[in-house]
Each structure stands twice: as C-alpha cells, then as structure tokens.
C-alpha cells in the first residue's frame, strides 16, 4: 500500500536529498494515519523531529513553494481541494477512459518502476476556456491524495522573462522533492513554437530549458499541462506528454446532463433541459454553470423558482465574447422578441412550439400565435 513512498524515500536517500527523505515520510506519515495507523504515523512523526535538528529546521524553510528571485512572488498556488460548492466532472466515456487509465497508473508507478517498466504521468489538457481543464487537475489530485500545486506560466513569462528558465527549474526541482500534482496552467505561454518568428530568442531559450527539466524529472512526480491553444505548441513538447485530454465545447448530451446537475436544487421537466441544452450550443460549461449559479442567486433573492425565460436571458448575455462564432444564439442577441421566435422555429419547428416560445420569450400563446400569422414582425423588423 506505501510501496510508492518508500520508493521514493529510497530514491532521495540514495541521492543524499534529505528534503526529499522528510517530505516523502511526511507524507507516508499522513496516510498511515488516514489508513487508521496512528501509532505508526506518529513513530515516523517523532523519528522526523529528533533526528537531526538542524536539518529538520532546513527542510521546513525548503518545503514552501519556491518564489521569484527578485520579485519574491509566489511562484506556485496551492489549490483549495475541499470546496463544498465544487460541481460534479461532466465528461464523455472516452474522457473518462483516458482519465482512469491515467490515475491508476499514477497510483501504482512505484511497481512498474520496481519492474523496470515506463510509467510517464505527463497529461496534457487543452480545449477552448471554460470547459473544464483546471477542474480536471482538481478531480486528479483528489483521487490521488495530493496537493494541487498551480503554476500560472502566462504571468510567469510576461512579467519575469529574463529569470524564467531559472523559475522554471526552481518549480521542477521542488515537484521533485514534495508529494504533488503540478499543474502547468496557460502552457502555451512557455512551450509555443521554437521556430516562432515572432518571438524574442530569450523564449525558445526558455523552451529548451523546459524541455530539459520536465525530461529530468522523470516519472517520480505527476505532471499536468493545461492549454486553450494547443496549435501554438512546439512537437517536441507534445511528445512528452503520452496521456491527452481534449476538452472541447460539450455535445447536446453532455450539456443536458450539466443543466440538470448545475441547476440543482432547482427543478424543471425534462422537456426544459433539452431545450436549453439545444439553445447552449457552442456554449462551455463554464458558461453553463455561470447562468445557472445566476438562477440559484435569483431564487435566494426574490424566493421564486426561476423560469425558461431567465435562463434564456443568461444564455443570451452570455452569447457574445471569445468562441461567439460558433454560437446560435450570438445572432439573437440585438434582435426583437419576434424576430427571436422566427429563428428558432427556422432553427426547430417541433421543439419551439408555440408554448414554449412563449416561456422563453415571457409572452402569451395568444402574441406568439399573432406573430407567427403576419407578414411581418410587431417590432417593424422582417421575417426574413
């Protein structure tokens, strides 16, 4: 059950880093504990602090994340992990497949090391904002019992690019001594295109360094890359990564599935989640969950359950900004109420009936109705 640690332990005594000795028995510490083993936990605990005073007091100053030579800014964010107000992972089965393949080898690396066998745990998440990829690392750590360290590479490189291949190697050498999941966030900041005319020598510099320290680093550590632009990627760094995740803008399935699971505790008919989940095409679920935590604000508030309307309204204000293109609803969003209601009966003759045209438009059967038998709009505007 702990064969992971003590390999590691093993690994950081034979290589005389002690940081990496107390850090990985710290941590054996804690789930002897967990596993209901106190008395073990606290034996490690207490041979931890009597030996060797002086370097206890050592590893204590090297095991908070590293900080910026000059600026002292934090390099690494420690990721709240226990966030009651988390909603559920929302991906298809082929996600799932790639996601549960991914943590079993991760917990059980230490007996393919024992076997001489490969087990590289560099996964690289990309798709557009807002479909879930910092979610994902979250799910990660938790199912494996670690922190979640984050590096916010973007900010990193604009604001540090002379010292950054030093900032860099001070993250991959503390990932290597501390029991975590790092998370690269914003990856294509660091690891665009080395034959990128456009960028200064100092960033393809700053690539190789990366290179080098995600290669030295090994399979002793779980690395996560996140990106929104993964055409910007150098091909030698996509090779590093063997396990990939695509996270694109969620199916019609997919999104009825988030309605229902965001929305709680709010209910509606089944009929009302397909609908929205048609009218969220192209939407993330980021997007998804911002209109619904809308609609629980409103019912705090004023103490009434939310309609089709309301949820309509948050789409639309939502529709505009990056990806809109791809949105159905972007070409709504300056039009007339009756305009609205020509287009999605264009868009579904049979899901946006009369009635529920009226819902989302807050308007009666009778004005729908009246709307749909003239030549053209109560608001002066064409059918057509």
């Known amino acids: 059950m702990y064969i992971s640690e003590l390999f590691r332990i093993i690994n950081g005594a034979l290589r005389l880093d002690t940081n990496k000795v107390r850090n990985y028995a710290a941590f054996l510490a804690d789930k002897l504990e967990q596993n209901g083993d106190k008395p073990s936990a606290d034996r490690l605990r207490k041979l931890l602090t009597e030996n060797d005073h002086q370097l206890h007091q050592a590893h204590i100053a090297s095991s908070a994340p590293p900080v910026d030579g000059e600026t002292r800014f934090p390099l690494l964010e420690n990721t709240n992990l226990n966030d009651p107000a988390e909603t559920p992972l929302i991906i298809t089965n082929e996600q799932k497949d790639i996601l549960n393949e991914f943590i079993s080898v991760a917990k059980c690396q230490a007996q393919f090391e024992a076997r001489g066998v490969s087990s590289s745990l560099a996964l690289l998440i990309f798709g557009p904002p807002g479909c879930g990829k910092s979610r994902l690392a979250r799910e990660i750590a938790r199912e494996l019992g670690l922190k979640l360290y984050v590096a916010r590479l973007d900010g990193l490189i604009s604001s540090f690019l002379g010292s950054t291949s030093k900032n860099i190697r001070a993250i ?213």
């Open 172 to 384: 991959f050498e503390f990932a290597s001594r501390t029991p975590c999941v790092l998370l690269l966030d914003e990856f294509d900041a660091i690891a665009k295109l080395r034959d990128d005319t456009q960028e200064l020598g100092e960033l393809k510099r700053v690539v190789n360094s990366f290179l080098q320290n995600l290669d030295s680093l090994g399979t002793q550590s779980i690395i996560i890359a996140a990106t929104n632009h993964h055409q910007l990627l150098d091909p030698a760094v996509w090779r590093r990564f063997s396990y990939r995740i695509n996270l694109n803008n969620p199916g019609i399935e997919l999104r009825e599935k988030m309605w229902h699971e965001f929305l709680k505790p709010i209910k509606w008919t089944e009929k009302n989640y397909f609908i929205l989940a048609d009218l969220s095409d192209g939407f993330s679920g980021g997007d998804i969950k911002e209109v619904c935590l809308r609609m629980k604000r409103q019912l705090i508030l004023t103490k009434k359950n939310p309609s089709l309307k309301d949820a309509f309204v948050g789409l639309l204000r939502l529709s505009s900004g990056d990806g809109a293109e791809g949105r159905f609803l972007f070409a709504l969003k300056d039009e007339g109420q009756c305009s609205i209601a020509y287009k999605l009966r264009e868009k579904n003759q049979k899901l946006y009936s009369n009635s529920t045209l009226a819902l989302l438009l807050g308007v009666s059967r009778a004005t729908v109705h009246r709307w749909a038998k003239k030549g053209e709009c109560i608001d002066g505007k064409p059918k057509k």
